[in-house]
């Protein structure tokens, strides 16, 4: 009797919730990405005070696509979905990512653009953990 009640309620909280059946029957893959603690030029991550806001960026670049050069107050993690992007930084040497590259942007990065390095448009995600009313990019003056 109890067996025959538990599967009872099983069945009802499958069709109540149909995500449970099938959650068992996909197996779950989680794999860590990408870990970092520096930025691309190897400074420490730090926060700015406030309260915590997190955002999600998707930038698309066509060919010839460029954001003008800027910073950013903020550590933004940034992962490339398609393309290739060019990262030119003031008085260094430029840096290139393709598919499937993460890297991180922050505070003590020098002035950079971000430019479109091929014909097809390129894809990158930034996510950032900064504050709230904390701008993820500040243009340069001038």
């Known amino acids: ?24 029957e996909s197996p779950v893959d989680v794999q ?3 870990v970092g603690s520096e930025t691309m030029d190897g400074d420490a991550l730090k926060y700015p005070k406030g309260k915590a806001e997190i955002r999600l960026q ?35 040497e430029d ?4 598919a499937g590259d993460t890297f991180i942007v922050g505070p003590k990065t020098p002035k950079h653009t971000m430019g479109n390095a091929k014909t ?13 009313d904390v701008p993820i990019l500040i243009p340069a003056e001038g």
């Open 120 to 132: 097809d448009n390129a894809i990158v995600w930034f996510a950032a953990i900064g504050a709230k």
């Open 95 to 98: 840096l290139t990512y393709t």
């Open 32 to 34: 860590e990405v990408f």
């Open 58 to 92: 998707r930038v698309e670049l066509a060919e010839g696509g460029i954001v003008p050069l800027h910073s950013h107050p903020i550590p933004l993690l940034g992962n490339v979905e398609q393309g290739t992007i060019v990262v030119k930084r003031e008085g260094m």
């Open 1 to 24: 009797m109890m067996k025959n009640l538990f599967i009872a309620f099983a069945v009802a909280l499958m069709l109540i919730n149909p995500s449970i059946s099938i959650a068992a």
